[in-house]
């Protein structure tokens, strides 16, 4: 099946820093990924769409100017959570289609924020 | 009311018992139905996708779609330790782009 590879798969970051989380499609070009944050015991919240070549798409009370996503290449988007706080430690998870309906999930990063 | 719904649980099964796993979805123009499994600390993978009414069998696993409900099912059969975990059933609707994740349900299956 399809690989999608998320580094880190976990983070620690002091409050008030930047962290950038990398999602790479390995085998296959994805031009739309998406993006996702769980808390403990939630389910998966799409925070974002991603769009190679344009801007990405928000869901509703999800902050653009705090949560950055660049999809610069065919392989590529990249989340960057600015000005990091506690509250914003969470799972973050990325996911791409290729083929069937179906997502294919990157391995998840773990970010803790201190 | 929340786009999909499921039972939280914890479901708990003997090994070798059948599981089955309830969802239902509020949007009646949905195309795609999945169940994916989640372990603890660990991202989703699919098992299962169903798009039109009825039965989907592969090796222990059966999903059921019925549209006129807007219920979609997952059965375990067999059940082991291994398949403890949190089922996620997730919808796409007629844009088929975003996926609606419910909120999951615990399994644990008994040794």
């Known amino acids: 099946g399809a690989v999608v590879s998320q580094h880190p798969s976990w983070v620690i970051c002091k409050s008030g820093t930047s962290v950038k989380i990398e999602c790479r499609s390995l085998d296959f070009q994805a031009t739309t990924m998406f993006w996702y944050r769980q808390f403990p015991k939630q389910s998966l919240m799409l925070m974002a769409t991603s769009n190679e070549g344009s801007k990405a798409t928000y869901e509703q009370g999800v902050e653009k100017d705090k949560f950055l996503i660049n999809h610069a290449s065919l392989t590529l988007s990249t989340l960057t959570v600015t000005s990091a706080h506690p509250e914003d430690s969470s799972f973050y998870i990325c996911?791409?289609?290729?083929?069937?309906?179906?997502?294919?999930f990157g391995q998840g990063t773990r970010l803790t924020v201190v | 009311q929340k786009e999909v719904e499921q039972n939280s649980g914890p479901l708990s099964v003997p090994e070798g018992a059948i599981a089955s796993l309830n969802c239902t979805y509020s949007?009646?123009?949905?195309?795609?139905f999945f169940w994916y499994r989640q372990y603890s600390g660990k991202s989703p993978e699919l098992i299962m996708s169903?798009?039109?009414?009825g039965d989907k069998e592969d090796g222990r696993f059966t999903a059921q779609l019925n549209k006129a409900s807007q219920y979609v099912s997952l059965l375990i059969r067999d059940s082991q330790p291994s398949d403890s975990a949190t089922y996620l059933c997730a919808v796409k609707g007629t844009g088929g782009f975003k996926t609606i994740f419910g909120a999951g349900t615990r399994l644990f299956v008994k040794a």
């Open positions: 949007d009646r123009g949905s195309q795609s």
């Open positions: 169903i798009y039109s009414n």
């Open positions: 996911s791409a289609t290729y083929g069937s309906p179906g997502d294919f």
